[in-house]
């Protein structure tokens, strides 16, 4: 059987060609190190949302004919740079932070949203009729 794999945002894609269901994830991940000349280490494949792990098989995800695996590269840990570069922080100030005030409106000038003048009766409904009715037979 044959399946593709391309990368995360889509700007290559290979077929990789004569690869068994029974095929380890740590074989897939061989072939795709000489497709995309990307590191095993370096390689976060996913099929159908789930990443592949090492120690499964393609037949445990059910990876079928010409289905597509996704490539997402991560950075080579040999080449990140260093962390032990150290980054001048400036003080932070002890004055207050400049804030705009406005004007507070006072509960006399606008009235709460939740208080009401008068609650509003809802009258004998269908319902309550219904319900009467159904009590009397």
């Known amino acids: 059987m044959w399946i593709q794999v391309r990368t995360i945002d889509g700007s290559k894609t290979c077929t990789i060609e004569d690869v068994s269901r029974k095929a380890t994830i740590e074989e897939l991940r061989e072939r795709v190190w000489a497709l995309f000349d990307v590191r095993p280490e370096c390689q976060?494949?996913?099929?159908?949302?789930?990443?592949?792990?090492?120690?499964?098989?393609?037949?445990?995800?059910?990876?079928?004919?010409?289905?597509?695996?996704?490539?997402?590269?991560?950075?080579?840990?040999?080449?990140?740079?260093?962390?032990?570069?150290?980054?001048?922080?400036?003080?932070?100030?002890?004055?207050?932070?400049?804030?705009?005030?406005?004007?507070?409106?006072?509960?006399?000038?606008?009235?709460?949203?939740?208080?009401?003048?008068?609650?509003i009766d809802p009258g004998f409904g269908i319902y309550k009729g219904l319900a009467l009715l159904s009590r009397l037979y």
Not at 95 to 113: A, D, E, F, I, Y
């Open 44 to 119: 976060r494949l996913f099929y159908r949302g789930k990443q592949l792990e090492n120690g499964y098989t393609l037949f445990d995800y059910d990876v079928g004919l010409n289905d597509i695996i996704q490539l997402l590269v991560r950075p080579d840990p040999d080449h990140l740079p260093g962390t032990s570069t150290q980054i001048e922080a400036k003080p932070c100030s002890n004055s207050p932070p400049k804030v705009k005030k406005t004007p507070r409106v006072g509960p006399s000038s606008q009235p709460s949203t939740s208080a009401r003048a008068r609650l």
